[in-house]
């Protein structure tokens, strides 16, 4: 039990029933079950991306340009599905996993064979890919009356009960959490971003890790483009604008180290919950859009300053162990 209680990803799940119950105060239907699988299901975009953000980050990197790369593979298929209507869903589904997988790889390449520093690298790829969709569209968007019934029921449609875009969503989760836990690469990216030293000592290659987090973190890019248009039948050259400090945010929440080599899918998954939760929270509380901005921002800053002060002291008690 408190070994249970010292893990992140248990208090994060105490405070998020904390949270409900506060809400629930106010909103009484706010913890019913179709709620919160509302709630699931308007989450699930951020969840996949928020993975596949972990990735890179456990490495010790950080990737800004998810956003973008969402809109430009969103702009791309819904561009498509509007000039070339006969195309079958299951081809769209395949073009848009090769944009995330080609946008994901530049990223890697830039950081692992040139060299160039995960942050720098991906803020120049942002504006890079955001241009990209303006250059594509040329200013114009792609509107529902554009986009074929079949494109925009895609994250509608459901099997078992449950939407293609959350099954989608639980399908990442759980070969992320396997790859992860499981696989040697997945237990070599947490040891790049553990110690990336020892990591190349141990036989270890930088490169091809750093390289392939990218790469899986675009690969997951391009499928969340493409619900994200499919959902919103739309497709803008603002599309997820900002959405990448939301990614970060789950992680840190959710107990990723920004300074890399810690971080579990589970808590990722608990902490875009607690945004979600957050926003609709706010949102039936009937409060004004102003605080949400402000509130939301006071709720991340918190929990990176709790993810520091946990880290530190990790680290002091792993040293004391040293010194015993």
């Known amino acids: 039990m408190r ?59 950080i990737d800004l340009s998810v956003a973008s790369g969402i809109a430009l593979t969103g702009m791309s298929v819904g561009m498509l599905n509007q000039y070339f209507p006969g195309i079958p869903l299951f081809v769209i589904i395949l073009i848009s996993l090769a944009i995330g997988f080609v946008l994901g790889s530049f990223n890697g390449i830039l950081v692992s064979i040139a060299g160039i520093p995960p942050i720098i690298t991906t803020l120049g790829t942002m504006s890079i890919y955001r241009g990209f969709v303006f250059v594509l569209s040329k200013g114009e968007w792609v509107s529902a009356h554009e986009m ?28 992320s959490a396997i790859f992860l836990r499981l696989s040697r690469t997945g237990r070599e990216i947490y ?11 141990v036989g270890i290659s930088l490169k091809k890790i750093n390289y392939l987090a990218f790469t ?7 499928l969340s483009g493409l619900f994200w248009v499919s959902r919103y039948a739309s497709a803008q050259n603002e599309t997820a604008f900002g959405f990448e400090l939301q990614t970060i945010a ?13 971080g579990t899918v589970l ?58």
């Open 3 to 61: 070994e249970l209680l010292r893990r992140r990803e248990f208090s994060l799940l105490i405070l998020i029933l904390l949270l409900m119950l506060a809400v629930s105060l106010r909103a009484p239907n706010f913890p019913q079950p179709a709620n919160l699988y509302d709630i699931a299901d308007d989450t699930a975009i951020l969840i996949m991306v928020a993975i596949g953000q972990m990735m890179v980050i456990i490495t010790g990197g």
């Open 148 to 175: 074929t019934e079949t494109f925009r029921e895609l994250p509608r449609g459901s099997m078992f009960g449950v939407t293609n875009l959350l099954l989608a969503a639980l399908l990442v989760v759980l070969i």
């Open 191 to 201: 040891g790049v971003g553990g110690n990336k030293i020892a990591a190349q000592y």
């Open 216 to 222: 899986l973190s675009g690969v997951i890019v391009g």
């Open 250 to 262: 789950a992680c840190v929440i959710g107990g990723v180290s920004i300074m890399g080599g810690t």
């Open 267 to 324: 808590g990722v998954v608990l902490g875009a919950m607690f945004l979600g939760i957050v926003n609709n929270a706010l949102t039936v509380i009937n409060l004004s859009p102003f605080y949400q901005m402000a509130i939301q921002g006071f709720v991340i800053l918190v929990a990176i300053v709790a993810n520091t002060l946990v880290d530190r002291r990790n680290q002091l008690a792993m040293l004391r162990k040293r010194e015993l």
